[in-house]
């Protein structure tokens, strides 16, 4: 590793920290909240299926129990006043309705006529208790008791100037094999009907239309849309940083609320044509169908309650067309397959957080494609990783082959800038000059392998958004690694150590261990003394060794699809050097290159030139202040 590698690896490890510091949560906090929340997952768990069983088992009946006639009366009057027309559906009995597929299980409740749960049949999520043992349970979304799905009715004879249909009682009739219809039935004609129908038999679509009669609605009908998510992952800092709100203006590109914060975003003024509550690789979607919505406002908020085992709620507010009786939408309740997604349109996809601009075009359209071309070939995610590596680094070479070659020429040059290293060695400027001196006289770039380095970075970046986006890598088993999304753990400690973690992961061991080895290898035949001379080459010379180990406390929690990437990265890289230095390049011909080059008559101008003028000009001003300070004294 050559002053040239170093300071590609500084420019990593600043962005790096950079994108720690913008996107991370605070340490303390995401420690507070994991342990807490742990523990207490499979006894909530088991509190709601004990409370669904007993729910399912409460008898069918709309009549609210009473002594006489005359509290019948009462009650239905006390109804019709708060609930308008709507009076006679606000007294009932809960009962739960089920629609299911091979794929997926949707649990109704007729209060409210809305979806209670939806249990994904194929996927799982994890808990990790104190005993760092994990156990996968099965994974539900929009399960939440505090969760709310309400259209507000707008009716003026009422006090608060609407109904909350989360209040009404709606009758469930089923539509074939693969519906159902929640009908609300009031006073004078009022209606209020939701219908469900899943789309396939092994898909995640649930086409949603709602209708409404006898009402008079002069104001929009407004839906308020309440969702607590719940953790389903092992890692918290990548699930919380990729967890919001995304939406799609009818007329502008999608967008979505902060992953870091507390956010609220109104766009009650425009149309809307889908919102989506977003876990890292799950997600409830609402879409219109048809007409879109009349506007929105959606807002995320963090949880800093440690005794709840949620990540964030989760809001979306959504306004009618006022004049439509009738309204079509489409339901989306799933993972976050990217291919899956694209075929509903109008930039569903892009709620995989791969990243934006030219990074998130990167992991749509070239490693993503590649992944999965790989994946398809071989079956194994881990294999794939090894394959991909191995083709990124084929593809690399020229530019490891350019970087080589430079180290190369600068190794030539060793003698000559030992010889005044040694003249200058008590006068650092005029030693930094003659060094240019020399690389302009034997046509030397001190910086030519610095550009082949900065171009391998959009790389690494990319893959640092790819591998905790991509659903195929959830739970995907490789090695010791259980999940080559989240990080790999060797074992664990007894103690959680700042900006570290508890954990130990194996591959980011295995990188440090082979950087290190590779920095070793470079140093051999490095010439340190280019570096400054003296205390400079030292200290560039430790921190050569010190800097894996600083990434050390970043790569800890990276996922291990990343961190695999990297160690095998460093294998092909020694590899490719060892190769390359003893049996492709020819050190005699770079000799005679280098004469040939010192022979020939040189041009004027040139960024060497210019930077060999401005040390002259700073030596000058140096000189000057020396003189000007002996003859003070």
Not at 70 to 91: C, S
Not at 119 to 135: G, P
Not at 237 to 261: G, H, I, L, Q
Request: glycine content about 6%.
């Amino acid at each position: 590793m050559d002053r040239n590698t170093v300071i590609g690896f500084v420019l990593i490890f600043g962005l790096l920290i950079t994108m720690q510091l913008v996107i991370g949560p605070e340490q303390k906090k995401i420690k507070e909240i994991t342990e807490h929340r742990l523990d207490s997952l499979r006894q909530i768990e088991q509190r709601r299926a004990d409370s669904l069983a007993k729910l399912e088992t409460i008898p069918i009946g709309n009549d609210v129990p009473v002594q006489d006639s005359q509290a019948v009366a009462e009650q239905q009057g006390k109804l019709a006043g708060q609930f308008g027309a709507f009076g006679p559906a606000a007294a009932g009995t809960e009962k739960m309705e089920v629609l299911e597929n091979d794929v997926v299980r949707i649990l109704f409740t007729n209060k409210g006529g809305r979806i209670k749960e939806v249990e994904l049949k194929k996927h799982f999520k994890v808990h990790l208790d104190s005993l760092h043992k994990i156990t996968k349970l099965p994974l539900k979304l929009l399960e939440d008791e505090n969760n709310k799905f309400e259209y507000l009715i707008p009716m003026a004879n009422v006090p608060s100037g609407f109904v909350n249909t989360s209040s009404l009682f709606f009758q469930a009739t089923k539509k074939g094999d693969n519906g159902i219809v929640f009908t609300a039935t009031g006073a004078n004609g009022a209606a209020f009907e939701q219908t469900y129908s899943l789309d396939s038999k092994d898909g995640y679509g649930v086409s949603y239309d709602i209708r409404h009669q006898g009402l008079n609605v002069v104001t929009p009908i407004r839906l308020n849309w309440l969702d607590y998510l719940d953790r389903l992952e092992e890692n918290y800092k990548y699930e919380v940083n990729y967890s919001s709100v995304y939406f799609k203006p009818a007329d502008d590109d999608y967008d979505y609320c902060s992953c870091t914060k507390d956010d609220q975003i109104d766009k009650s003024k425009e149309k809307m044509k889908w919102v989506a509550h977003s876990n890292q690789f799950f997600a409830s979607v609402l879409m219109a169908k048809n007409a879109p919505f009349a506007g929105g406002t959606m807002s995320t908020e963090l949880v800093t309650d440690p005794s709840t085992t949620n990540l964030k709620v989760v809001r979306s507010e959504l306004t009618l067309p006022t004049d439509a009786q009738s309204f079509a939408m489409e339901m989306y309740l799933g993972p976050k397959d990217f291919e899956t997604l694209r075929t509903y349109g109008a930039d569903l996809e892009e709620i995989v957080p791969f990243g934006q601009s030219i990074m998130g075009t990167f992991n749509r359209w070239v490693i993503r494609p590649l992944f999965n071309g790989l994946m398809g070939l071989i079956g194994s995610q881990g294999i794939a990783i090894l394959l991909l590596t191995f083709i990124v680094k084929l593809l690399l070479y020229p530019l490891t082959y350019k970087m080589l070659h430079s180290q190369a020429k600068m190794a030539a040059l060793k003698p000559q800038l030992t010889g005044i290293r040694e003249k200058y060695k008590d006068d650092a400027s005029t030693l930094q000059m003659e060094t240019m001196k020399i690389y302009r006289e034997f046509g030397v770039n001190p910086l030519g392998g610095c550009f082949p380095i900065a171009l391998q970075m959009p790389v690494w970046l990319a893959l640092y958004r790819f591998f905790p986006a991509s659903i195929e890598f959830r739970q995907a088993s490789f090695l010791w690694a259980t999940d080559l999304s989240s990080f790999d753990v060797a074992f664990w400690l007894p103690i959680e150590i700042p900006f570290y973690g508890q954990h130990v992961s194996l591959f980011t061991l295995l990188w440090v261990i082979t950087t290190i080895m590779y920095t070793y290898y470079n140093m051999q035949n490095m010439d340190m003394g280019g570096m400054g001379g003296g205390a400079n080459a030292k200290m560039m010379k430790w921190m050569q060794y010190l800097m894996p180990v600083f990434f050390l406390f970043f790569f800890n929690n990276f996922a291990s699809g990343l961190t695999l990437y990297l160690v095998f990265s460093n294998v092909l890289n020694i590899a490719q050097t060892l190769v390359t230095k003893n049996w492709i390049i020819d050190h005699e011909k770079i000799k005679l290159k280098l004469e040939a080059n010192k022979n020939k008559p040189k041009k004027k101008g040139g960024i060497q030139s210019r930077l060999e003028e401005a040390m002259k000009q700073q030596k000058a001003l140096a000189d000057q202040r020396e003189a000007a300070s002996k003859k003070k004294k």
